[in-house]
């Protein structure tokens, strides 16, 4: 049977624990060890994300929810910002950005999330194309007002913008 | 070249000093640029827990040359420091000094009497008690900088403790001697050190500063505070370990301006510091690093007033312009021009736009991350 994440997570540290005590740090390993645990991060955020729908009313449930949900922000960011970029390529939806996308920032910058939602959900689907998950995530009302502005800047200055993706 | 055969043993002295008030503080770090200027591997004193743990293998005049050797000098070659009534160690001789290096670097202390009826006084630097009889105690004064104390009847607000009752034990003397070599002179002629509770901190942070805002560098000048957050980005982007624990703490720069009135030479301390909570967002690495990326002083200053709306409105505005196929107008020009300095900024303010959205996401997750572990520790 194969451990458990968390349990692989634990082993490898002491392993990256003994690997410094003996002077021979690996940088791939460290970097293993730090996927590990945004997995796990994320799945625990699910979870708690669960947990909160069942239990609406328990305050404490939800304040956590929205701090492990805050820790992952400049991922979400990341990932948004490398979305925008990938559907670009996507003349359809590049084009229907580019004639709305002043639009939407405003929307966004105003902070109206169900219209800038409902203005970019008619993009997707006009174009007969899949609404990105991880842009799904960023509308989730956990988020402060501050990162949903950030989430949403970060996905359009993505596909607006000129510049080719570096890296 | 030195033959290490022939060479004459010079004895070892090993000294540890814990951070005291700032004026302690600066003379210690002025020490260590003695130490470093004649050799020494000075970074390895400095401690994790605050702490600095000196070797000292040079003798008494190697010290004092190289302590005359880095103190200013009037443009007829005469020390500004020493040697005359009104120098800055007012009344101090070469031997006088030497004396107190001697001292300090574990020969005799000075043949100060005790007896049993001697008080017995706690050193205000380094809280050591000694039973001296009060003839021999030294006393905080103007050989001690005359300029930064006053004489003993004026300096009362100079210093925190309103009189020259001040007890400085024989070790701690040449330590503050030291304290104008840790200075960093500013381009509008004030004097600052910044002062923090360990001495690696310390050393770190006036060391940035200097090289980035002595008055010899070209740098325009730069508030007080923005200089402490510039120091502390640094810290934190090129110092292996992090601020951590001392973020909580005190981290303050101190300034010292003299200005003139009726002919009459003045001294004014004043003390600048950055709140809690910017200093903890300007220690975390990843914060840091992008705030150096940027480079940009209005970004800065945003982030040192927390003003976060106002970075997210400069932020969506930039990407407005900077998303625009046509020719900016006018007054889009002026708004660029006006809020980045840098060229390669302002060819790119849909880049900054998107730094400034890293930046704060990693502004809330910090915040996040910070009530978390303040609800962790009360719980
Ligand atoms: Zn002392």
Redesign the pocket.
């Known amino acids: 049977m194969p451990a458990l994440p968390e349990v692989r997570l634990g082993e490898k540290l002491q392993e990256l624990g003994k690997q410094l005590r003996e002077g021979e740090p690996k940088v791939e390993q460290f970097r293993e060890a730090y996927d590990e645990l945004r997995k796990l991060n994320r799945r625990l955020q699910e979870l708690l994300q669960w947990a909160v729908e069942q239990r609406r009313d328990e305050k404490e449930l939800n304040n956590l929810y929205c701090q492990v949900a805050g820790w992952n922000a400049s991922d979400l960011v990341e990932h948004l910002k490398r979305t925008g970029f990938r559907l670009k390529q996507d003349r359809v939806l590049k084009e229907a950005f580019d004639r709305q996308g002043y639009r939407i920032l405003e929307l966004v910058r105003a902070g109206k999330r169900d219209e800038a939602f409902h203005a970019i959900l008619r993009i997707f689907v006009s174009a007969k194309r899949e609404f990105p998950a991880h842009l799904v995530e960023a509308f989730k009302p956990v988020y402060s007002d501050t990162l949903f502005r950030v989430f949403l800047f970060s996905f359009l200055s993505g596909i607006l913008g000129k510049e080719q993706e570096s890296e | 070249m030195e033959n290490s055969l022939l060479s004459r043993e010079v004895p070892m002295s090993k000294i540890t000093l814990y951070p005291s008030n700032w004026l302690y503080n600066a003379g210690v770090v002025g020490l260590l640029i003695v130490l470093e200027e004649l050799g020494e591997q000075v970074e390895k004193f400095l401690i994790d827990d605050g702490s600095v743990h000196i070797t000292i293998t040079k003798d008494v005049d190697q010290i004092f040359d190289r302590w005359a050797n880095l103190s200013p000098r009037s443009k007829k070659g005469t020390s500004l420091v020493y040697g005359w009534k009104d120098a800055y160690y007012a009344n101090q001789t070469e031997s006088s000094i030497k004396k107190r290096i001697n001292v300090l670097i574990g020969g005799d202390t000075k043949g100060a009497k005790t007896r049993q009826s001697s008080p017995i006084f706690s050193?205000v630097?380094?809280t050591?008690k000694m039973k001296i009889k009060k003839s021999d105690a030294t006393f905080l004064n103007q050989a001690f900088g005359n300029i930064l104390l006053g004489s003993e009847k004026s300096f009362s607000n100079m210093y925190w403790n309103n009189s020259a009752r001040d007890f400085?034990?024989p070790?701690?003397e040449f330590i503050l001697m030291c304290h104008h070599i840790a200075l960093t002179q500013l381009s509008d002629s004030s004097e600052i050190f910044i002062n923090a509770p360990s001495f690696k901190v310390m050393y770190y942070l006036n060391k940035f500063a200097r090289e980035a805002f002595g008055a010899t560098s070209l740098a325009e000048a730069r508030a007080k505070r923005e200089i402490l957050a510039m120091s502390v980005i640094e810290y934190a982007t090129k110092i292996q370990t992090t601020l951590g624990v001392w973020t909580g703490m005190n981290i303050e720069v101190v300034s010292r301006r003299e200005y003139w009135i009726d002919e009459k030479k003045h001294v004014k301390i004043e003390f600048f510091s950055l709140p809690y909570g910017v200093i903890q967002l300007l220690a975390d690495r990843r914060i840091a690093s992008l705030l150096s990326q940027i480079g940009e002083f209005s970004i800065l200053n945003l982030v040192l007033n927390q003003d976060f709306s106002r970075l997210m409105e400069l932020g969506y505005r930039l990407l407005r312009i900077g998303l625009k196929d046509t020719e900016w107008q006018e007054s889009e020009e002026k708004f660029v021009n006006q809020n980045l300095r840098l060229d390669r900024n302002r060819k790119n303010p849909a880049k900054v736009a998107e730094q400034i959205f890293d930046l704060l996401a990693l502004i809330e997750e910090k915040q996040k991350r910070r009530s978390t572990y303040e609800y962790a520790s009360f719980a």
Do not use: I
Request: proline letters at 0%; charged letters at 10%.
């Open positions: 050193c630097f380094c050591v400085v034990c070790k701690c």
